[in-house]
Nanobody, 124 residues
Framework: QVQLVESGGGLVQAGGSLRLSCAASGRTFSGYAMGWFRQVPEKEREFVAAINWSGGTTYYADSVKGRFTISRDNAKKTQFLQMNSLKPEDTAVYYC?????????????????WGQGTQVTVSS
């Protein structure tokens, strides 16, 4: 089992930045790829970014490419999402996810563990 806890959400003006963190704990974390997803009410949870176990490969949704950066620190069992140039349409609950595979995952069904979510609100 892996437990995930997100932090770093909040309210920011358009054009601003936030950095989300996701701390993992539990029996094992080794070999797990990680990802970030987001969800707004009455919509499906959508993919934002993913990173493989080593951190050497990343992938982003087109909507955030060039503005968001995913990274991880395996020694600290933590992953991050640096969000720059935020837009009102980035407003959502952001979820950290982990999958028991070292390779990237691109949709929510490929992930085994989820955090509780953190709210990000971008005002115009």
């Amino acid at each position: 089992q892996v437990q995930l806890v997100e932090s770093g959400g909040g309210l920011v003006q358009a054009g601003g930045s936030l950095r989300l963190s996701c701390a993992a704990s539990g029996r094992t974390f080794s070999g797990y790829a990680m990802g970030w997803f987001r969800q707004v009410p009455e919509k499906e949870r959508e993919f934002v970014a993913a990173i493989n176990w080593s951190g050497g490969t990343t992938y982003y949704a087109d909507s955030v490419k060039g503005r968001f950066t995913i990274s991880r620190d395996n020694a600290k069992k933590t992953q991050f999402l640096q969000m720059n140039s935020l837009k009102p349409e980035d407003t959502a609950v952001y979820y950290c996810a982990a999958r028991s595979d070292e390779r990237l995952g691109f949709n929510r069904y490929e992930y085994d563990y989820w955090g509780q979510g953190t709210q990000v609100t971008v005002s115009s």
